[in-house]
């Protein structure tokens, strides 16, 4: 199991993803662990490295007795990183991750290239509430604090959620002694006098359900007062990225992702998506029957389709290529219904992705189209079969 010795302790972590993409370091919330990013994972490996970690006292990671501060979290994270060799990193935190990342722009921001702060605050709340939550849980434990902490991370009907369920398992798997710690961190921790020096473009994200750091008096303070930072607000409570987590994902990636290169020629990185989903041997063929009167249209199509809507993050390439042909088959454009059977299966489509696109073409764009759907793909299939 991947451990990084910290010195005075041990932390457990997972590094996913290619080398050579920039480092995202995802930071959870009191009473979770690294398991909570799950959500996120798949869409954000295709543009980062991904270094997921469980802060001390939390999940495999060692839980030294006492209190613990959040300079001390922050100091963490940061011996985690130089223990792989990362000098720069982007930081998302979300609640106490999030008074991390507060202490690393504040006190290291040379090594964070952007910030993301969910669900956080520069001070949670009045101390006592932390300090009766941390006797609470050392006298008996965290099942004693669960069914408050459940009802503050998620909203009433998503409780009985297996999002829930899996959080709840890993708050009941707490250490008490970790979680009294990190109690300790935020009953201390006031960074509202230092956010005017954050200078690391910063992202807030709040939630309009989350009643353990609201938009008021929380999110709207770390938005005012951090120079220059952006904010959204989604219909969640305190553990967002999983109550709503595609628009939580699209907006670490709507403020992660590098403006376009004006030096990049669109027609060139468009060419690049399209060979990606078409391959090479339908792009050369295209290319090659491109004539005078046709060219501007193939351009049109390399730019707007392949460079500007193929490109966006919002949609893997697998759900584009099943929305093309279920578009497709409902309009009976069966030339480009039967191009992207064969690019799909190709790639990264499988007789049952086709199966269910069609049947749900059935239901909502009628019987017929998917008859001559079905009839199309089982001749593609036999094709397929045959060239592997």
Known sequence: MPFANLGHSRAFYRLEGKLGLPVLMLSHSIGTDHAMWDPQVTSLLPYFQILRYDIRGHGASDAPSGDYTVEQLGRDALSLADSLNIDKFVFCGISLGGAVGQWLASSQPVRLSKLVLANTSPQFGPTAN????????????????????MSRFFSPQNLGSSEAASVRSALLGTDRTGYAGCCAALRDFNHTATLPMIQVPTLVIAGDRDVSTPWAGHGEILARDIPCAESIQLPAAHLSNLERPRSFTAALLEFLQPPPDPRVDPIKAGSATRRAVLGNQHVDKAIANANDFNREFQDLITRYAWGAIWTRPGLSHRTRRLLVLATTAALGRWEEFTLHVRAGLAHELEPCDLKEALLQTAIYAGVPAANTGFHIVSEQLKAWTEDI
Not at 130 to 149: K, P, Y
């Open 130 to 149: 932390w300090e009766n939550r941390r006797t609470t849980v050392l006298r008996d434990g965290t099942a004693a604090i669960a069914d408050m902490a």
